[in-house]
T-cell receptor
Framework: AQSVTQLDSQVPVFEEAPVELRCNYS??????LFWYVQYPNQGLQLLLK??????LVKGINGFEAEFNKSQTSFHLRKPSVHISDTAEYFC????????????FGSGTRLSIRP | DTGVSQNPRHKITKRGQNVTFRCDPI?????LYWYRQTLGQGPEFLTY????????KSRLLSDRFSAERPKGSFSTLEIQRTEQGDSAMYLC??????????????FGPGTRLTVL
């Protein structure tokens, strides 16, 4: 079975400061890795994904994430956040052999202070 | 906008009533998924369809829940005899599955159910 742990339920940061949202996963099989963003009263939007190849993945809105196989981590980073980045962020995995269920973490609420 | 649409966006019902939600996937997407998201948690998989066939159901989908996708296009999720524990956001997603590889799931805005 797969599981995803997001270590921080809330992360407050000041505008223009850097941010890192942490994610660790557990799986006995190979998985794809994702970060989704959910703005208030909206559905989920894919921020970025790791399928294979380079371990540093760049996504939309200036976010990037690094896949670390030895530490089973996939932390999300942004060098300078904006007020508009205020949202809930979900780390997720999908088994290679499964085209069905995505397993999500419990989410990290990013709040940006002016 | 040709994304995934869900109706209604909000539903308030009394305990014991039946409710039905509708999901319209992106046109020509052959796979459709339902997830449930409770407050403070990430979405949890409920079930998915390949065209009109329901291929997998989670243990979360009790016998009070039924999902259909009769013509392989839109889908409905019905909850009978609702309970307060059913209060959640119900998310629908769709994808186009071809041969092998990764197929991105596109999510709708969700239906928020409140059971009083």
């Amino acid at each position: 079975a797969q599981s995803v742990t997001q270590l921080d339920s809330q992360v407050p940061v000041f505008e223009e400061a850097p941010v890192e949202l942490r994610c660790n996963y557990s799986s006995s099989v190979s998985v794809y890795l994702f970060w989704y963003v959910q703005y208030p009263n909206q559905g989920l939007q894919l921020l970025l994904k790791y399928l294979s190849g380079s371990t540093l993945v760049k996504g939309i809105n200036g976010f990037e994430a690094e896949f670390n196989k030895s530490q089973t981590s996939f932390h999300l980073r942004k060098p300078s956040v904006h007020i508009s980045d205020t949202a809930e962020y979900f780390c997720a995995v999908l088994r290679y052999s499964s085209a069905s269920k995505i397993i999500f973490g419990s989410g990290t609420r990013l709040s940006i202070r002016p | 906008d040709t994304g995934v649409s869900q109706n209604p966006r909000h539903k308030i019902t009394k305990r014991g009533q039946n409710v039905t939600f509708r999901c319209d996937p992106i046109s020509e997407h052959n796979r459709l998924y339902w997830y449930r998201q409770t407050l403070g948690q990430g979405p949890e998989f409920l079930t998915y369809f390949q065209n009109e066939a329901q291929l997998e159901k989670s243990r979360l989908l009790s016998d009070r829940f039924s999902a259909e996708r009769p013509k392989g296009s839109f889908s409905t999720l019905e909850i009978q005899r609702t309970e307060q524990g059913d209060s959640a956001m119900y998310l629908c997603a769709s994808s186009l599955v071809s041969t092998g590889g990764f197929n991105e799931q596109f999510f709708g805005p969700g239906t928020r159910l409140t059971v009083l």
